[in-house]
């Protein structure tokens, strides 16, 4: 007995490989089918056994759109049937997006990171007073955690408020005759977390501390 193998890497590409063999098929038959009206029916049909295979897809919105949209895809945009939604074109599909500007200019001190720029650039539009006191002493202590997650050593709190000083442009200006920042072991301290009464996780810092209490 003879048997005539077929092997995949003899048969048609699968645009959408998710949607297996059998469901390329069936688009390839559809677009063959002469009259427009079977077209329009196969290709509903097609859309609800798409829709089966992927049961995820139905919490995205605009679920249906979405299949339309693999299906003219899966057809290589050969397939002539009416759709309730837009039908896409392959240049939209093979456009090339925009190329993203890179930043004109950034931080020689980058283990502070972009977030902490920003609120500095944010805390310098605030008027003076308790308010934004409060916001700069708290982003001094956050640069101080970040400048030793990227240096594990101590770290004086002199250098952090010339950082400061200096990312601000100097507007905001902190000394250590007027501050201090929290302690290192503070900043680097891991959260314990532990099952309470309830059965619920419960986050604490210092279990020795609350142990005294």
């Not at 897809?57 to 057809?75: A, E, G, N, T």
């Not at 939209?92 to 977030?115: I, R, V």
Request: with cysteine.
């Amino acid at each position: 007995m003879e048997f005539d193998l077929e092997y995949n890497s003899e048969r048609e590409h699968l645009i959408i490989p998710e949607y297996g063999r059998h469901i390329q098929k069936l688009v390839n038959h559809c677009i063959a089918l002469p009259e427009k009206e079977e077209r329009n029916k196969m290709a509903n049909a097609i859309i609800e056994v798409m829709g089966n295979l992927q049961p995820h897809l139905r919490d995205v919105p605009d679920f249906k759109h979405k299949l339309w949209d693999q299906l003219f895809i899966i057809s290589d945009f050969n397939l002539d049937a009416d759709s309730p939604y837009p039908t896409p074109s392959k240049e939209e599909l093979t456009a090339k997006p925009d190329k993203l500007a890179y930043p004109k200019a950034s931080s020689k001190y980058k283990f502070y990171g972009k977030n902490i720029q920003i609120m500095i650039d944010t805390a310098k539009t605030w008027e003076d007073g308790e308010m934004k006191d409060a916001l700069v002493f708290a982003i001094a202590n956050h640069m101080k955690k970040c400048y030793l997650n990227w240096n594990k050593d101590t770290v004086d709190d002199t250098v952090i408020f010339r950082h400061l000083t200096e990312l601000s442009g100097g507007e905001l200006v902190l000394s250590v005759e007027d501050e201090t920042l929290s302690e290192t072991k503070d900043l680097l301290r891991k959260k314990v977390v532990t099952k309470g009464k309830n059965g619920k996780n419960s986050n604490y810092s210092n279990h020795k501390n609350r142990k005294k209490r």
